[in-house]
């Protein structure tokens, strides 16, 4: 199993104490740290460049030949796209059996490119123009199935894109309401990259899930007049439950198990999504004007039951996790506490300035958890994220209470000096805590 460079690092720093208690011979401690493989960005970076002239490639060869289409006939258009298309899986053939992973990568992206370039142009040359967002579904279909035969982690990353941009154009267009037929092929896609253990693959098949939700709960919104902050609230209690997810199978990986899925990516989500909602306090306040308590359970108002569908679901999956040896309580508590607050903020009217001081509090709580997670899992980026949270919520509620009463030079001045002190206060802070976790032994799961 390859593994990356921060691992190499943790054992390194673990040997000593080791060798102490008798758990590894001295003279076995050389050989087994050379045995774990180094792979950094300077690793990857030829790859990364490969596949991007791969895609200039493809770019270059679709406009070749759009460029001269009209001189040349149907049976030479077919040849030439259908060549080109076998001649880059060919060089991904060649370059695989001469174990060359960069040029074997970057064929297997620009075949991909080339599919799709044959669908448009064909498509446009038998004036095939009925339903359009087939042709993206079609492409993401094939880059996932050559994905699935070459082992490419490109072509996964390329057929989820395309997956998102086929619902997005479906729903958009067309169907104006949630587009089922997205989860069937999401899931066949999932299950590859679930079953191969691709980390960029499973990070992919999440990342393109939740762009579905939103696409869906916008269209939702706009379709049955939900304010800003219904939609907000469901894309947030969403963002709880990838959270949950995540931070199941980060503590699964703890344990022992060979699943790479970190929870980075899902906090990213989860504070965006949740400092989004904060903005939208004046619109929340607002639908508790226009809107009573019974109708938002009526027509065009089931975006209540949706919200606590989606927070039970998001209770339930926290505290199921702990039972099965997942997270922690004390992390189950949290985010059930997050969801609980998200809930109760559509559920119970309230003034802005309440909603304010309960949002602003749940959220640099929440940030404190983050720094406090990541450094129970050796994670400075969820360090980092909880640092960056703690200081934007900070500057967010400077800004709308404490500026609001000062005057315009007062306000800018104070402003600066709060910015240049909060920003030493974190880094140093943050400084002292990875120093801490470079230095000190992880704590026990329990």
């Not at 990259?193 to 709960?217: C, D, K, P």
């Not at 019974?294 to 039951?305: M, T, V, Y």
């Not at 304010?356 to 990541?374: D, E, H, P, R, T």
């Amino acid at each position: 199993m390859s593994v990356g460079m921060s691992y190499k690092r943790h054992v390194a720093r673990d040997l000593p104490a080791w060798i102490s208690k008798g758990w590894v011979d001295a003279d076995h401690a050389e050989p087994l740290l050379a045995s774990i493989p180094e792979h950094n960005f300077r690793d990857k970076l030829p790859t990364i460049i490969a596949v991007l002239g791969a895609v200039l490639l493809a770019f270059a060869a679709m406009s070749f030949v759009a460029a001269n289409w009209n001189e040349i006939t149907k049976l030479v258009r077919l040849g030439l796209l259908f060549a080109a298309l076998w001649l880059a899986y060919a060089g991904a053939a060649w370059a695989r059996a001469k174990r060359w992973p960069v040029f074997y990568e970057a064929s297997v992206v620009l075949g991909c490119g080339l599919f799709g370039a044959n669908i448009m142009l064909i498509a446009q040359m038998y004036h095939i123009d009925r339903h359009y967002p087939d042709g993206f579904m079609i492409w993401a279909l094939g880059c996932l199935l050559a994905a699935g035969l070459c082992r490419s982690v490109g072509a996964v990353l390329i057929g989820f894109a395309l997956l998102c941009l086929w619902t997005a154009s479906e729903t958009v267009e067309f169907v104006r309401h949630v587009h089922w037929p997205f989860l069937i092929a999401w899931g066949a896609c999932a299950w590859l990259v679930w079953h191969e253990r691709w980390y960029a693959g499973i990070n992919a098949a999440a990342i393109s899930l939740f762009v579905w939700i939103t696409v869906s709960v916008v269209t939702l919104a706009d379709r049955h007049d939900w304010s800003t902050a219904s939609a907000l609230s469901v894309l947030s209690l969403t963002s709880i439950i990838f959270l949950v997810v995540a931070v199941h199978f980060e503590d699964k990986r703890q344990d022992g198990g060979d699943l790479k899925i970190i929870s980075v990516e899902s906090l990213i989500l989860f504070f965006s999504t949740l400092f989004l909602f904060q903005l939208a306090t004046d619109d929340l306040v607002r639908s508790f004007e226009n809107v009573t308590f019974s109708g938002r359970f009526g027509a065009g108002g089931f975006w209540l039951p949706t919200c606590l569908i989606t927070a039970a679901l998001a209770s339930a999956l926290a505290f199921g996790s702990n039972l099965s040896g997942g997270m922690l309580r004390k992390d189950a508590i949290v985010l059930t506490a997050a969801a609980a607050t998200v809930l109760m903020s559509v559920l119970v009217p309230l003034p802005a300035f309440i909603l304010v001081v309960l949002f602003g509090a749940g959220y640099l709580a929440l940030s404190i958890w983050s720094i406090n997670f990541g450094q129970r899992r050796d994670s400075p980026a969820a360090i980092n994220i909880g640092f960056a949270a703690f200081g934007i919520e900070t500057l967010y509620l400077y800004f709308e209470t404490v500026g609001t009463l000062l005057n315009t030079a007062v306000f800018f001045l104070t402003g600066g000096i709060v910015l240049v002190l909060l920003a030493l206060a974190l880094e140093r802070m943050r400084r002292r805590l990875m120093s801490n976790q470079s230095h000190g032994e992880l704590e026990g799961r329990r």
